[in-house]
């Protein structure tokens, strides 16, 4: 007996008539989701108002790495609110020992934080702390990348929907090819462990656009929203390296890659890469808003006081959420249980993708993976269309999954790190049920 359980078809009664609702007042500008009305989670597993139970593949967007609800976080946070709810730039005693538990948990080389609220926020707070430390004014990004919605973390992005129809970018953006082992058009995987073609073009590119004000770099250490693209091998440390002979300051976006989710607590660490700043968002509140910028106190230190602040960052249920979360990691063993279910689940991925005819790749570190969908494995042409109806299968048959990519065309595959062999079996079983039945 497994623990998905599904009565007919989504939505169910209670379900349908709230979905109308929401969809009379809020605006639905979201993307397209499954049409379940969640109630209440546990672990991987999602209730949703008409008791029928889901494994989450979604963990959110990659927030509840913890499972939902997790006793000792929901207590921390509980606690925190009944005594104080904000206070705004003052010190509380959770603040303090959010600052000291999370710099203890941070890369070695950065010795200071600074609390904020959403993933975006930290983005943006990291390129002014380059632009400031710097004295420079532009940031070299990647296409297809990702950094929020904000107008500073859209221009740095590359993808359409942030800024599609919103006017000019901010000037200072410099955006380059990220290199993509699937859809490698330019031949920049091509195995060369110098990457000598890679940065021949990054060179001609950047002498072709910037006006000699390039201060630093901004660079997510696999693409998430543009479709789980990883880059071949050793690609980021030759970029630190190339950072640090031009002199300029190297910002990873961990804000989605970081405590855990590739199995290992930060993402830098599978290739030893000394960032100047890191952002975090996400699993470091597992649910509870908050979002952080971590950096050595050398690039703080180019501020003065007042120049970065925040209304909600750093308040008592965020920070106590800061250490909850490190609490069960530390006890959990998240970080290894990520690297070894994995491991585990992508195998079984990739075993489904010889068999079906859409799934043209399979990619993943730890707990997070991508399946890219195609008309063709030739070709390679995407397959958007099928990402909706799977969606929903999957939904129906107690899974649910989310969707991202360029082309609208990957399954993002993120489910909370605390996920079993039985849980990871049964939602796996689930998913080749989906992917037989799927047609174009
Ligand atoms: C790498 C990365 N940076 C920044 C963000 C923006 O975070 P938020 O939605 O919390 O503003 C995201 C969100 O998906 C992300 O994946």
Redesign the pocket.
Known sequence: MGVTRVNGTLPGPKGKELLERWHKYEADVVGFQAPVVWDHGRGVVVTDVDGNTFIDWTSG??VTSVGHCHPHLVQAAQKASARLLNNYENASVERIEAAERLVKALPRHLDKCFFLS??????EAAARLMKRKSGKYEILSFESG?????TS?ATMGGLPGPKKGYGPSLPGAIRVAFPNPYRDTLGFCDGDPEFKKYFAYLEYTIAANTTGSLGGVMV?PYQ??SGFIFPPKGWLKKLEEWTRRKGLLLAV?????SYGRTGKMWAIEHEDIKPDII?I??AIGCGVPV?AVGATSEVFSCLSKGEMSSTLGGNPVASAAVCAVLDIYEKEKLVENSAKMGAYMLSKLKGMAEKCRYLGDVRGMGLVMGMEFVKDKGTKEPAPELIKPLIVDAANHGLLIGSVGFYGNVIRVGPPLVITQAEADESLAIMEGCLSRLKL
């Open positions: 967007v990659l959403t993933g975006s926020e930290a983005t990702f950094h929020g919605r904000t973390a997510e998430g929203t976006d961990e804000v989605q890659a952002t968002g996400k979002s």
